[in-house]
């Protein structure tokens, strides 16, 4: 990847840059049957949509905090690199009623209400499907974002030293993100081309980083596995072969 690269949406432009058509998240939810594989390009497609959305219709600015209420899902990652495209400060599990923005799951949107800005639900049904009708006081992801652009420029320049990420009790800067996503993919020995099957939830860093960032600095991909414990050993191990496994984080 490229040494230069210092926010999370560099990185994704390096990868799109050295090969677009690359798998780079392939998710499994093991409760529905559902498995859905993104390569770079249309995953960076899902970003450019998602930040056209956040950027113009949201009005979201640098310095925004949005309150990320999602599990370990694909979209949930698009989120992730659309707050980061933008210069949005991604809140995993962040508190509703402190932030600019809120986006939740089906799980979350009780909690959600608290927020006094811009709300946007997602199903979180496979194939991404809408919402029978838009919860009350949300917008549905799925209604608004197709029409959004494919190409994405934020109005101002993303500052890497500005806040990027929140999860855990730890505030990451995108440059700092990106620091330690190298670190973590050396230390799981990922490099290009590997792919890291993760079953660790999104609520810190380490399951942040095992299944999104991580992958995404070394130039390799994460197979995604929202409910690991719904499978057997010899249903994972399968799984381990037939995706080209060369790491887990379980």
């Known amino acids: 990847m490229n040494a230069s690269d210092r926010t999370p949406a560099d990185l994704l432009r390096s990868a799109l840059a050295a090969d677009p058509a690359r798998p780079l998240v392939t998710y499994y939810d093991d409760t529905t049957g559902e ?7 249309t995953f960076a497609n899902w970003v450019a949509k998602t930040a056209n ?33 933008v210069g ?27 927020c006094s800005g811009e709300r946007i639900a997602l199903s979180l049904a496979p ?39 929140a999860v855990g009790g730890t505030e990451l800067t995108g440059a700092r993100l990106v ?12 490099g290009p081309g590997s792919r890291l099957l993760s079953g660790l939830p999104y609520d810190s860093w380490e399951g942040l980083a095992a299944g999104l960032y991580a992958p995404l600095a070394a130039g390799g991909s994460v197979v995604l596995c929202r409910a690991p414990s719904a499978l057997s050993p010899e249903a994972l191990e399968k799984r381990i072969e037939s995706e080209r496994v060369t790491a887990t984080a379980l």
């Open 35 to 41: 498995r859905v594989e993104l390569s770079v390009a």
């Open 53 to 85: 959305l956040l950027q113009g219709e949201l009005s979201a600015e640098p310095g925004d905090r949005l309150a990320l209420l999602l599990p370990a899902h694909w979209q949930t990652a698009v989120w992730l690199l659309a707050c980061s495209s």
């Open 88 to 114: 949005v400060t991604a809140e995993v599990g962040g508190d509703p009623a402190g932030a600019d923005l809120v986006v939740a799951g089906p799980e979350s949107l009780e909690a959600g209400l608290a």
């Open 127 to 165: 194939l991404g499907r809408r919402f029978p009708s838009p919860p009350a006081g949300y917008a549905d992801y799925a209604v608004e974002v197709p029409g959004q652009g494919d190409r994405f420029a934020p109005f101002v320049p993303v500052d890497p030293d500005a806040p990027a990420l």
């Open 179 to 190: 620091e330690r996503a190298r670190l973590d993919a050396a230390r799981l020995g990922l």
